[in-house]
């Protein structure tokens, strides 16, 4: 298999450090700044999708980033 073989990001600490946050700060990013992570049935480890924490990313960068806001 050619590239990075990942479909999925577990738990809280792989999660932040994929986007450069601090994992005991989980909750609140997922609840107030939309961070694409999720619990099955709300128990258990944390996932997310590579491509959605990449996607959140360039939103997160452009909305902070001076110049770079979205009309």
Same mark, same amino acid.
């Not at 990075?4 to 932040?16: D, F, Q, S, V």
């Not at 700044?33 to 099955?40: E, H, I, T």
């Not at 997310?48 to 959140?56: F, I, S, T």
């Given at each position: 298999? &050619?590239? @990075?073989? !990942?479909?999925?990001?577990? +738990?809280?600490? *792989?999660?932040?450090?994929?986007? +450069? !946050?601090? %994992?005991?700060?989980? @909750? =609140? #990013?997922?609840?107030?700044?939309? #961070?694409? /992570?999720?619990?099955? /049935? +709300?128990? +258990?480890?944390? =996932? *997310?999708? %590579? &491509?959605? #924490?990449?996607?959140?990313?360039?939103?997160? =960068? @452009? !909305?902070? #980033? %001076?110049?770079?806001?979205? %009309?």
């Amino acid at each position: 298999m &050619e590239g @990075n073989p !990942e479909i999925c990001i577990k +738990g809280a600490r *792989a999660i932040c450090l994929a986007v +450069g !946050e601090n %994992p005991k700060h989980i @909750n =609140r #990013l997922v609840k107030h700044c939309d #961070l694409p /992570a999720w619990k099955r /049935a +709300g128990t +258990g480890s944390w =996932r *997310a999708l %590579p &491509e959605d #924490l990449k996607q959140w990313m360039l939103i997160q =960068r @452009n !909305e902070h #980033l %001076p110049g770079r806001a979205q %009309p």
